[in-house]
């Protein structure tokens, strides 16, 4: 029987191209909390809780996402499963499959995309435009708190530091 | 491509009557989603809920022959209803259903009916099209995009045969439970029924 302790296996961030969007490849399985200070594409399946607050998700065409959103901007090509909050904008794509309610400021949906859910559109006041804010210095870690299972693919990231404590299962 | 159909449509101009009453109203639309129907409803400030109910039937009773047999599976109904019209009462303002009654078997479409009845709120509106010529086998399906409040574009789907010719009486059987029922008739084969719950 083998002794061998049980090596924890760090998730391999890499960047798709630099400065390119974080990249969750198509062999990776998350379960959890994804919150991301930067551009963020799923390809691969994700289950929890996803907050690009100030950014854009996209839902890969291999993606499979059941999670509630919220972002900046979400754009499904693969398949979402849950509730999506935009400030900005949703696009759902051909082929595409959205099932959850919507709000955002704007939707625009391609024939042959299929949606079930409620859409409802938000009209914001304009604001007086707040005093700007000093930028923090680099790009805002993405954050999970996940179960997360990965196979070869692995997953890529363009360039914030990560905060990841998965358990995995191979 | 997608051959498609520019028409009038006397029935929505006066289903829009009411959602120019006031914004927040929820509408049911089971054409599936459209960019233009979606831009035109929440125009006016209300919440559009979206479903294809042709594609939750092919899903649920399958595409073939036994399309219809498969309507009397009490299994396959449970999850037809339960994926399609699972929805709290009186949720609704105005429902858009068009053509999808007609392709449902006498037992579920009295179900799906009493559903449409439950979930929409008293003094709502339902817009229904049913094709009236008795002698063709089968029909086309549509799905609608609402151009504006007199005009529908209807891109073809497939051919289906419909489970009953419905006429004025049967129709007035059918929406028996609802307030009124008022017909319009086309020059193409199509009957519009706007039903007032």
Known sequence: MSTQPTRAIEPVFESARPGGPAVLGKSVVVKGQIIAGEDLTIDGEADGTVELQEHRLTVGPNGKVMAAVKAREVVVIGTLHGNVETRDKIQIRKGATLVGDIRTARIEIEDGAYFKGNIDIIRTEPKIAPSPQPKPQGSVPIVTQTTAAAGSGGSSHGGGSSEFKPEFKR | ?197
């Open chain 2, 1 to 197: 491509m997608q051959a498609s159909e520019t028409r009038n449509s006397n029935g929505l101009d006066q289903f829009c009557s009411a959602l120019e009453a006031r914004p927040g109203l929820s509408i049911l639309d089971f054409s599936g989603a459209s960019q233009s129907t979606i831009s035109f409803i929440t125009d006016y400030g209300h919440r559009l809920y979206s479903d294809d109910f042709g594609h939750q039937l092919d899903h649920c009773f399958g595409t073939t022959g036994e399309f219809y047999e498969n309507q009397s599976n009490p299994l396959l109904v449970s999850r037809f209803l339960g994926a399609a019209m699972d929805f709290e009462e009186q949720s609704f303002d105005g429902a858009l259903v068009w053509d999808s009654l007609q392709f449902l078997t006498p037992m579920l479409l009295q179900n799906v009916v009493g559903r449409l009845h439950r979930i929409l709120r008293p003094g709502s509106s339902l817009l229904a099209v049913f094709h009236a010529d008795e002698r063709v086998e089968d029909i086309p399906t549509w799905s609608y995009r609402i151009q504006d409040r007199k005009t529908v574009v209807m891109a073809h789907r497939t051919q289906r045969r419909p489970a009953q010719v419905f006429n004025n009486r049967s129709l007035e059987k059918l929406f028996q439970d609802f307030s009124s029922v008022k017909f319009f008739l086309t020059r193409d084969h199509l009957r519009e029924v706007l039903v007032r719950r």
